[in-house]
């Protein structure tokens, strides 16, 4: 049986050298992975990024997600080339089409054709076919290549999708699929039947706070997943979110009033979007998922009531139970 991934999510919001210290932290602790999120409005995952491959010897290390309305696909060629160089061929290559693009006054336009496209762009380019592609979205003129060196001509693609479109491309052209903000073990069988294939590695990451005090814990969990809940409920089948609720959540969110959405989310939906209590809870979220088929759990910022114990925590109390099922 192969063993299932276990990695970090981190945010861009961390000042430079925060991020070595915190990879270095995870990565004595054996995790498998470390992402950096594309979130609208903060930091470019590559700056993060490039730190934690210089301060890394192992985990595999990538962005969930670049975005290509946001960013050409030339573009996030070159970043996750030079990341790949950096990281002696760690890299992954994550592409989504992103949330809250109407704040900057971005139109996403055909988004399952513009990830599509991007895929065979930022392949095109990282193994220097210079054959030219003219597609809908995106074009490369014939003889445009990068000019510098690639470490690898392909590296392993995930797509961030929920949608059955979005991840039935992923079926088709990715090695993974993230499910972004989802800790419910229901989804893994909605997105394989969506993706068509068994092949597809399919990741489930979301909000993660972790702590001894397990009421603190899911106090700062409800604080942090509120501007994500507005987005992610509506996308998930298996929960029954009451009619009158998910308008409010979503007014909630779009006015900024995060401590109402905190009051507005029980604990059962909760347990659906996020990693919350003590290790042994977390731990018994995250065996579910793996028991339910993901191939990898993504534990997502903030981690803990610090960063430093929560990843010291979920490192040393949780991977251990977790590691005793996934070998």
Known sequence: MNRTSIGLGLQGDKPPGRYAELAGIAESFDFDVLS???DLTFQPPIVPLLEMAKATTRVRLGAACWNPFTMH?????????ALDL?????AYLGLAQGA?????????????????EAVAVIGMLLAGDRGGFDGEVFRLAP????SYPTRRAKVPVLIGAWGPRMVALAGRVADEVKVGGTANPEMVAVIRERAGTDALGIVAG????????????????????????????ALDPTVDVPAELLPEIERCARDGEHHRLAELIPDAMLDRFA?????????????????AGVSRVEFGTPHGLSDDHGITLLGSE???RLRRHVW
């Open 36 to 38: 950096v999120f594309g």
């Open 206 to 233: 979301a909000v993660t706070v972790v702590d001894e005090d397990a009421g603190a814990a899911r106090a700062r969990a409800r604080h942090e997943v509120a501007m994500y809940l507005g987005v992610v409920a």
């Open 86 to 90: 950096v990281s002696s061929g760690r």
């Open 143 to 146: 003889g445009t290549c990068l």
């Open 318 to 320: 949780v991977l251990p």
């Open 73 to 81: 696909p030339y573009e996030i060629a070159g970043q996750v080339a």
């Open 100 to 116: 809250w693009l109407d704040t900057i006054g971005v139109e996403r336009r055909r988004p399952v054709r513009a990830v599509e």
């Open 275 to 291: 990693f919350a209590g003590t290790p042994e809870h977390v731990a018994e979220q995250a065996q579910r998922l793996i028991d």
